[in-house]
């Protein structure tokens, strides 16, 4: 291990104070979504898993997924349970995701006889399923085992590439692939006729806030290439995450979440790029000092305005919103580079 993931690893807790019940989820609920072109009704269930394997091995920098996991070995037959005690509340949602706090393709993390059990379950009550998974575990074996479970669902597979650039990706994110392992993987589930969801990691730790606008621009531009009719692209603002790398920087003052004006700009950006290809936004703590935020004052009318361009797909709606904090973020933009970092909120604390 490099220092940078000896000290990501040593941050985390290795096991709870209080240990989660291992039969239970750990949470559901139904959103909304879109469905081809259609507002549609999602139900959205998290499994608790052991955790990801790679965050056993040192993981993300900004990843504190890891406090929803269970930490130590959860059964077949227990996680088996979670599913069915999350089903009682499922509603005949025409899109069902699984999320698991890892990857759901990983077999040590949801064994395959679970994998199965769901899939076969899930095809005959939904039109779309959605799970999330590192590319490793995305080979011919898992494409062809969930080929078999699912005859006329569709299936959207979550990868968690953050950036098309493999040193930010090693060295601000210590994500563990690369952009080839990505490419690789959305060929193999595009072969399958499966769709991909492209999630972008919105500032990750170590740049400035213009270095990540810029980031994110130059991943729009690589990953559209890559994309199908059915694919998302999904922006994930980065949030400060208890016992991770990102909170340590937080803390002292080196890390500030983006502003959400940053965000406003990048989807603008993808937007006018391309037609085809889905574009998504969910804000984990938006309007928040440990999520993206702007001033605090026009946050929720920001937050609404990203959330019904999730939904509609109109950048218009990011014409009618303003506020003079607007004036501060560029000033931002223009003065960080000679701070050696990202600005934190001198001016909110
Ligand atoms: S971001 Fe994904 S790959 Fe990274 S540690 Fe978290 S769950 Fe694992
Ligand atoms: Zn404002």
């Known amino acids: 291990m490099n220092p940078l993931q000896t000290f990501i690893k040593q941050l985390k807790p290795t096991r709870h104070r209080k240990t989660p019940n291992p039969n239970l989820p750990v949470s559901s609920w139904s959103e909304q979504d879109r469905y081809h072109n259609e507002i549609v009704d999602a139900f959205v269930l998290i499994l608790r898993t052991r955790g990801c394997s790679w965050m056993f091995q040192s993981g993300c920098s900004m990843c504190g997924y890891f406090n929803d996991s269970m930490l130590s070995k959860v059964t077949s037959d227990q996680l088996i349970n979670q599913y069915k005690q999350a089903m009682t509340r499922y509603n005949n949602e025409p899109i069902v995701k699984i999320f698991t ?20 379950d899930l095809t ?25 479970q ?21 060295f601000a994110i210590n994500k ?9 993987a959305v060929t193999l589930v595009h072969n399958n006729n499966f769709s ?41 603002p980065t949030s400060v995450q208890k016992n991770t790398l990102v909170e340590y920087l937080w803390r002292r003052k080196q ?85 050696f970092g990202s600005l934190p909120d001198v001016m909110n604390p």
């Not at 005959?124 to 078999?148: D, F, G």
Request: aromatic fraction near 10%.
């Open 196 to 236: 991909v969801k492209t999630y972008i990691l919105i500032k990750p730790p170590f740049l400035t806030e213009k270095e990540s606008i810029e980031d994110v621009k130059q991943t729009i531009d690589h990953v559209l290439p890559c994309t199908d009719q059915h694919d998302i692209l999904s922006f994930n």
């Open 101 to 120: 706090s890892g990857s759901f393709l990983d077999a040590n993390e949801v064994p395959e006889k679970v994998q199965e059990y769901i899939f076969s």
């Open 150 to 170: 699912l005859t006329k669902t569709e299936l959207d597979i979550g990868i968690g590439l953050e950036t098309s650039q493999d040193f930010i990706r090693d």
């Open 124 to 148: 005959k009550k939904t039109k779309k399923i959605a799970v999330e998974s590192r590319p490793e575990y995305v080979t011919e074996t898992s494409m062809n085992t969930i080929k078999n």
């Open 255 to 339: 890390y500030r979440p983006p502003w959400l004006w940053s965000i406003i700009d990048m989807l603008t950006y993808a937007a006018k790029k391309q037609k085809k290809t889905r574009l998504q936004c969910d804000i984990t703590g938006g309007g928040k000092k440990r999520g993206a935020h702007n001033c605090f004052t026009c946050d929720s009318e920001m937050l609404s305005a990203i959330k019904e361009f999730s939904l509609t797909q109109d950048p218009t709606i990011f014409k009618d919103v303003n506020c003079d904090c607007k004036n501060q973020w560029k000033d931002q933009l223009n003065l960080e580079s000679t701070s």
């Open 176 to 184: 563990g692939f690369s952009f080839e392992d990505y490419r690789n």
